[in-house]
């Protein structure tokens, strides 16, 4: 397998993503793009880059293998349980002062953890019914699967013990099934979710939120593409809505920063001020 890879082979599998899937990873961030696709090459047992080049030319369905590994993202139900409780006890209740209903993005909702891990506090919270929510991503493979809501047991024990940290009021498994060795989602949980397949970075803004939640998913991307996509999540809230971003992320240094407020630091909880 290839240890090294060259600047130019990198730009021809952005190219060729480019061209057949519209995706445009030119502005990734390099370290974690050349990581990922060491990965694959491993995974595939390819000997180069130019070999993997050939096969996704090729092979008309291996770009959506090689896609699902590129943006694969490894998440689990209530991860950081000390945000989630302030989603419950603060953020949730403060929308709820002035609306009936509460309106949420999951933006770039991988395999769908995070958003089952919503309806569940909405559940326990008694307002399921008065949300609505969207749940987006750009790799159908995945977005399938958070459809599904089957996730392996094995995983089960981490999210157990997240959900207890969060302090939720049953237990984990009231809310799903099992079987095969897989733990299947209540698909109650769901109905008020519509998923969707969305480009963060080419995609349009396509409607008004009182939270977004885009968690973890632009510690891929360059600053200038950090700065389009965060102007993008605040156009999609309403006026002092709220936007989460991952533990490692920041607005400090962004266009956008002056249109926000910091909520709550620790958690990476924002309120847009201004339009």
């Known amino acids: ?61 291996y770009i959506n293998e090689f896609l699902e590994e590129i943006t694969v993202n490894v998440t689990e139900m209530f991860r950081d ?43 326990e919270m008694g307002i399921l019914n008065k ?39 049953g237990n984990l498994s009231d ?18 979710v519509s998923f969707r397949e969305h480009d963060l970075v080419r995609g349009m803004v396509f409607n008004k939120f009182d939270i977004v939640l885009c968690r973890n998913v632009m510690i891929y991307f360059n600053q200038t593409l950090q700065n389009e996509v965060l102007k993008k999540l605040h156009e999609s809230l309403f006026k002092y809505g709220y936007l989460t971003i991952g533990s490692k992320e920041s607005l400090i240094w962004c266009d956008i920063a002056n249109k926000f407020i910091v909520v709550n630091n620790e958690e990476k909880i924002y309120k847009k001020i201004r339009e």
């Open 1 to 61: 397998m290839q240890e090294e890879i060259e600047i130019s082979e990198l730009r021809k599998l952005t190219e060729i993503v480019k061209e057949h899937r519209g995706y445009d990873f030119t502005n990734y961030a390099m370290s974690s793009f050349k990581r990922r696709i060491l990965r694959v090459l491993e995974l595939g047992k390819f000997s180069s880059v130019e070999q993997l080049i050939r096969k996704l030319k090729e092979e008309d369905g």
């Open 81 to 123: 349980p000390s945000f989630w409780r302030v989603v419950r006890d603060h953020i949730i209740p403060n929308i709820l002062l002035n609306h009936n209903t509460v309106s949420i993005w999951h933006a770039g909702c991988s395999s769908g953890e995070e958003v089952y891990s919503m309806a569940i506090l909405l559940k």
């Open 131 to 169: 949300a609505k929510i969207i749940a987006s991503d750009l790799d159908r493979t995945i977005l399938e699967r958070a459809k599904k809501g089957e996730y392996s047991i094995k995983n089960m024990d981490l999210n157990q013990k997240n959900y207890i940290r969060f302090q939720g009021v």
């Open 175 to 192: 809310y799903y099934t099992v079987s095969n060795g897989k733990a299947i989602m209540d698909k109650s949980l769901i109905e008020q």
